[in-house]
């Protein structure tokens, strides 16, 4: 359990997410990442010299990246600053939150930057020398389809650890649809009232066309509308399957950023010092092959385990949730209704950035938390190689 990891109450923020091959398909994730950052440390009023480390996290590759986390704080202004490069696919938030929160608790940080940012759009298309190769002939890699296609340890796809685990649960194509349609409606919910929800965190991206015209996106891009028919009337996407493709996320790009630091200096940055967020602990898990969706459960376990408390104390709760089966398992294990998580959004909805997912997840829960006036949250979720990790936070 965690002691010394806080969150200022306002310091973080999401960007609006963009279903790929959309408004960001061709900028460049890390400049357009560090230039969003850059504009809101302006707009909070900070210089980028509060924060003397980061975690920067990132799943797919961009040109240049080699450099990582050293040419993001360049970008954003804190030259001198160092950090490091994190990638655990759809964890990379999860592992980087709790990795900063170790460094306080020993006091090696005093105020960690976690950024993240990813670009799933036009993902690169990479190749390897292969001397032994006929003619020379190269090793070819499609960054992201090879690998949404197939790991490299069972040669599956990630659907088929989806309905391996609604298989082996018993679940039906009509509960998935069920699930669907109940998380499109909680995303309704972040939409009303002109968007009032989601405008206590998001941040607007700012994409230079050229030195005249300037477009802003400020609001999720491409999600696509979801009707009880429409969605029962789709078929599986794998025969004898339960998940259409209203019932899984869609691949996406955005950015995010989340401040960590010492309680005091979390209050003193703080839009309401009244408010105080604390991050408690941390869980993971990887379980049997080709189970990705089993593995949210026992991470959220351990992470409650880890705070001390049980599923029965938390207030909010917030998964990363890529299909149907991954609820569901963790409703079926966890004694959890349907309706009592991830109210106003989550992944299935409004896509998987990869790297700023969970952080989009951890904002979320606690602006839930605050409008229920405080309590305990839970964000879990699964990761490639049938991995999961978990954070609990306290709002006071």
């Not at 061709?26 to 210089?47: D, Q, S």
């Not at 980087?96 to 990813?118: K, R």
């Not at 389809?145 to 599956?156: H, L």
Request: charged residues 20%; hydrophobic residues 40%.
């Amino acid at each position: 359990m965690y002691t010394k990891a806080f969150i200022p109450y306002g310091g973080y923020y999401s960007s609006p997410f963009a279903k790929w091959q959309g408004t960001l398909a061709n900028e460049h994730a890390l400049i357009l990442g560090a230039a969003t950052a850059k504009r809101w440390l302006l707009a909070k009023g900070w210089e980028p010299s509060i924060f003397d480390y980061t975690y920067h996290g990132q799943t797919v590759v961009q040109h240049r990246c080699f450099y990582g986390s050293t040419w993001i704080n360049s970008m954003i202004g804190a030259d001198y600053t160092p950090g490091v490069t994190i990638m655990q696919a759809c964890a990379t938030a999860t592992t980087s939150l709790n990795m900063a929160a170790m460094a306080l608790e020993t006091g090696l940080h005093q105020a960690p930057l976690c950024f993240f940012a990813d670009r799933l759009s036009n993902a690169p298309h990479l190749i390897w020398p292969n001397p032994k190769g006929p003619g020379g002939e190269v090793i070819h890699e499609n960054w992201n389809m090879d690998n949404f296609n197939g790991d490299p340890i069972n040669k599956k796809p990630m659907l088929v650890t989806a309905e391996n685990v609604a298989k082996r649960s018993g679940f039906t194509k009509e509960q998935a649809d069920e699930l669907a349609i109940c998380r499109f409606e909680q995303y309704q919910d972040a939409l009303k009232d002109d968007r009032a929800f989601q405008k206590r965190y998001m941040f607007p991206i700012e994409i230079q066309l050229n030195k005249k015209k300037t477009i802003t996106l400020d609001a999720d891009e491409g999600i696509p509308p979801t009707t009880a028919e429409g969605v029962k009337a789709l078929k599986a996407v794998i025969p004898d399957g339960i998940h259409s493709f209203a019932a899984q996320t869609h691949p996406a790009d955005g950015n995010s950023c989340i401040l960590l630091t010492t309680k005091d200096k979390a209050a003193k940055l703080s839009v309401d010092a009244s408010k105080t967020i604390q991050l408690l602990s941390y869980g993971y898990a990887r379980v049997e092959p080709v189970h990705m969706p089993a593995a949210p459960v026992p991470a959220a376990k351990m992470a409650l385990e880890q705070a001390g408390i049980k599923i029965g104390d938390v207030k909010v709760i917030k998964t990363h949730n890529p299909f149907a089966a991954n609820d569901l398992y963790f409703m079926q294990q966890m004694g959890v209704d349907m309706k009592a998580m991830n109210n106003y959004g989550c992944s299935m909805i409004w896509g998987h950035p990869q790297a700023p997912t969970v952080a989009r997840l951890v904002i979320e829960g606690i602006e839930e938390a605050v409008m229920k006036g405080g309590g305990y949250v839970l964000i879990t979720g699964c990761a490639a190689g049938d991995t999961g990790a978990a954070l609990v936070l306290k709002v006071s």
